[in-house]
C-alpha cells in the first residue's frame, strides 16, 4: 500500500490525447482511449486532492491544495466540487487565516464523516473484535468480545466473526456510512491473495480459507466479489495502526517512519515497516519473531520447533512464571512489586530483547514500538529489553534503538485493519464513485 502523499500531481490533459490508454480497471475500459487517459488522470488527481484533505491535520483551502501539488487552482476546485457533492469532502468555516491578514477568509476543507467508513476485523486466540473507523479517523463502532477459540473448528469461530462484522455494517449504515471494505487480522502465516490463513500454531489451524469461510454470509460476500475483503497478518495491520497513529501524531513523517513493531499475546507477531511501507517478505510471512529461539534447548513450543520467543515472552509463559492466572493481576502484582512477578517479568523481558536485537541487527531499524501486552507491561519489561539491545546490537552507538510504547492498546489490529481500507478509498475515491 503506497502512500498517496508520495504521489505526484498529473497535469489534466485539456484535450483528449488520443494515444492515451486506461490504466485502471473499472469503467474506464469502455471509454475511448484519448477520453480513458482524461478519465485515468482524473481518478489519480481526485485521489491527491483527497489526500491533501485526509492527511492535513486542520482546515486546508484549495489554494494549500493546488500549492501542495502543483495542480492549478482550477483544477483542484473542480475536483473539490466532485469530492464535496459526493460527501467525501466537507466544507467548514469561513476562517480567518493566521496572523489576521487582509484578504478574504478562506472556506476550510476537511474529510467528510458522513459518506464512508472502513471495517477492521480480528479473529485472535483469545478473542475477536470489529471497528469501524469513517473518513476522518474517528472511531464509529467498536466491539471487543473475548472468546477461547482453541479448539473451536474454523467454520464455527469464522462464522461467528462474520457475524459480528455484519452488527458493525449494520451499525455503521445507521448512522449513514457505506462500508467501503474490510480487512481482517489473524495470527500466523496468511496468504493475502487467496484469503487463506496457512498456519496459526496458537490455534492448532492449518490450511483455512478464511476469506471463503466468511463469503458464507451474503454481504461478505458481496465484499469479497469486488476484492474488498482482505485478510492479513495481525501484526502487520497493527504495525499499520501504529503508523497511522504517528501520522496523526506528526511526530514523525508517515513516509520515512521505519520501526519494528512488536506485537504480544498469547502469540507474539511482529510487523516491519521500512519507510512507511510493511516488509512482507516473499509470500507475506515475515515477522514471525515469536518463534525465534531464544534457547534452542529450551521448552517445546507450538510450532514444533523448542526454545522460542513465545515460550518466555508470550502471555501464558509470562503468567505461568508468575503463578498468577491473568494480566489485571500481573499488572497489580507488579505494581505491588511482588519480587517473583517482577522476576518474570525481567526474564521475559530479556528474552524479548534477545529476539529483539536479532531483527535490528538485521533490518537495521532504530525504532521498536512495543505492542498490545507489551504496552501494558512496558514498565517492567523496558529495562531489560534495553539491556540487551544495548549489549548486542552492533550499531547501537552510531543508531542507538529507540522504544515506544504503542498508545492504541489491544485495538491496533482493528485500528489498522479498518484504517487500511480508509487509505484504500483515499487512494482511489473514483471506485467509490462509480459504484
Ligand atoms: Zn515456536
Given amino acids: 500500500m503506497d502512500a498517496v502523499w508520495e504521489c505526484q500531481a498529473v497535469p489534466q490533459p485539456s484535450e483528449p490525447a488520443g494515444t492515451g ?5 473499472g469503467a474506464a475500459h469502455r471509454l475511448a482511449p484519448g477520453a480513458a487517459r482524461q478519465h485515468t488522470v482524473r481518478d489519480h488527481n481526485l485521489g491527491l486532492v483527497l489526500g491533501k ?25 473542480s475536483l473539490v466540487e466532485v469530492l464535496v457533492a459526493a460527501d467525501l469532502v466537507a466544507e467548514v468555516g469561513p476562517e480567518r487565516r493566521a496572523g489576521g491578514g487582509a484578504g478574504r477568509p478562506g472556506i476550510g476543507l476537511v474529510a467528510s464523516r458522513r459518506r464512508v467508513a472502513g471495517l477492521g476485523l480480528e479473529l485472535n486466540v483469545d478473542y475477536v473484535a470489529a471497528c469501524v473507523l469513517d473518513l476522518a479517523g474517528e472511531v464509529r463502532h467498536r466491539t471487543v468480545v473475548p472468546r477461547d477459540l482453541r479448539g473451536t473448528s474454523p467454520a464455527r469461530a469464522v462464522a461467528g466473526l462474520a457475524r459480528m462484522a455484519v452488527s458493525a455494517v449494520d451499525a455503521a449504515e445507521a448512522e449513514g456510512l457505506t462500508v467501503a471494505g474490510a480487512a481482517v487480522a489473524l495470527p500466523g502465516l496468511v496468504h493475502a ?76 507477531g511482529a510487523g516491519i515497516v521500512i519507510d512507511g511501507s510493511i516488509f512482507r517478505g516473499g509470500h507475506g510471512w515475515g515477522g514471525e519473531i515469536g ?14 520447533s523448542r526454545g522460542c520467543l513465545e515460550q518466555y515472552a508470550g502471555r501464558e509463559a509470562v503468567l505461568r512464571a508468575a503463578e498468577l492466572s491473568s494480566l489485571p493481576e500481573l499488572v497489580e502484582a507488579a505494581t505491588d512489586g511482588r519480587e517473583r512477578v517482577l522476576g518474570a517479568l525481567t526474564d521475559a523481558g530479556r528474552a524479548l530483547g534477545i529476539a529483539v536485537a536479532s531483527v535490528v541487527n ?6 521498536v514500538v512495543l505492542g498490545g501486552l507489551y504496552a501494558e507491561l512496558a514498565e517492567w519489561l523496558v529495562p531489560a529489553v534495553e539491556a540487551e539491545i544495548g549489549g548486542r ?16 492498546g489491544g485495538d491496533a489490529a482493528i485500528l489498522g485493519a479498518a484504517g487500511s481500507v480508509v487509505r484504500s478509498v483515499v487512494q482511489q475515491p473514483a471506485y467509490l464513485l462509480r459504484a
Fill in 53 to 77: 484533505v485526509v492527511d492535513a491535520p486542520t482546515p486546508v483551502s484549495r489554494a494549500d491544495i493546488a500549492a501542495a501539488t502543483g495542480l492549478t487552482r482550477s483544477t483542484v476546485s
Fill in 193 to 268: 491473495p487467496d484469503g487463506m490463513l496457512r498456519l496459526a500454531p496458537n490455534l492448532g489451524w492449518r490450511d483455512v480459507d478464511v476469506l471463503g469461510l466468511l463469503s458464507r454470509e451474503p454481504s461478505l460476500e458481496a465484499m469479497a466479489v469486488r476484492g474488498a475483503l482482505v485478510v492479513d497478518n495481525e501484526a502487520n495491520l497493527a504495525a499499520l495502526g501504529e503508523l497511522d497513529d504517528a501520522r496523526g501524531r506528526a511526530e514523525v513523517e508517515g513516509s520515512r517512519y521505519t520501526f519494528l513493531y512488536v506485537s504480544g499475546e498469547i502469540g507474539v
Fill in 291 to 304: 518463534h525465534l529461539p531464544v534457547d534452542p534447548d529450551g521448552p517445546p513450543c507450538r510450532c514444533g
Fill in 393 to 408: 546490537v552492533l550499531a547501537q552507538a552510531w543508531a542507538p534503538v529507540t522504544i515506544r510504547v504503542c498508545s492504541l
Fill in 21 to 25: 490508454s486506461a490504466t485502471t480497471a
Fill in 362 to 367: 538485521v533490518v537495521d531499524v532504530s525504532t
